[in-house]
T-cell receptor, first 109, second 112 residues
């Protein structure tokens, strides 16, 4: 599975959009981009996933570049409860899920 | 939508004692089930996965074992715990119509 690179930490003001980047330059054609987040001492929470088209759901939007080498998770109006570690993962469906270090997002009041 | 239950939520056990962690899934049938361990830090290690009753695949050699006695029940066990077994144990499941893995709330195990 392709490796991902994320900044270790980011800050965002409450009510503003949080844009979390992820690089996955070695992604292959059949690998999906998945995003999870983990609030301290809780199980990871699925956020969104995509293959090559941009995706949006009730939690977030996922923007994937045309060459698929990077993506951005957008939380449109961050709240204090969005403070968590965010994981960007690329993998083939059915293969093992591997979490990297992720990005610690801190939403400040 | 599916719901994944895990218990206990926290557990403190002495070295050499047995272990049994349970995971049950509601809201879907014939899920693929997974046991992960998350040690200090953030990495997630896949321990076992199961595609059906009685079918267990082990990813990492260790003193842990897993069983799936029912379609939506997955159990993680050990006969004798080691200090290195401490960690956050997560159960995950995929539904019958998607490969997206959903996680349970986890069990925090401390071996003393």
């Amino acid at each position: 599975d392709a490796k991902t690179t994320q900044p270790p930490s980011m800050d965002c003001a409450e009510g503003r959009a949080a844009n979390l980047p992820c690089n996955h330059s070695t992604i292959s054609g059949n690998e999906y981009v998945y995003w999870y987040r983990q609030i301290h001492s809780q199980g990871p929470q699925y956020i969104i996933h995509g293959l090559k088209n941009n995706e949006t759901n009730e939690m977030a939007s996922l923007i994937i570049t045309e060459d698929r080498k990077s993506s951005t998770l957008i939380l449109p109006h961050a709240t204090l409860r969005d403070t968590a570690v965010y994981y960007c993962i690329v993998f083939n469906r059915g293969s093992r899920l591997t979490f990297g270090e992720g990005t610690q997002l801190t939403v400040n009041p | 939508s599916q719901t994944i239950h895990q218990w206990p939520a926290t557990l403190v056990q002495p070295v050499g004692s047995p272990l049994s962690l349970e995971c049950t899934v509601e809201g879907t049938s014939n899920p693929n089930l997974y046991w992960y361990r998350q040690a200090a830090g953030r990495g997630l290690q896949l321990l076992f996965y199961s595609v059906g009753i009685g079918q267990i695949s082990s990813e990492v050699p260790q003193n842990l074992s897993a069983s799936r006695p029912q379609d939506r029940q997955f159990i993680l066990s050990s006969k004798k715990l080691l200090l290195s077994d401490s960690g956050f144990y997560l159960c995950a499941a995929t539904t019958s119509y998607t490969d997206t893995q959903y996680f349970g709330p986890g069990t925090r195990l401390t071996v003393l």
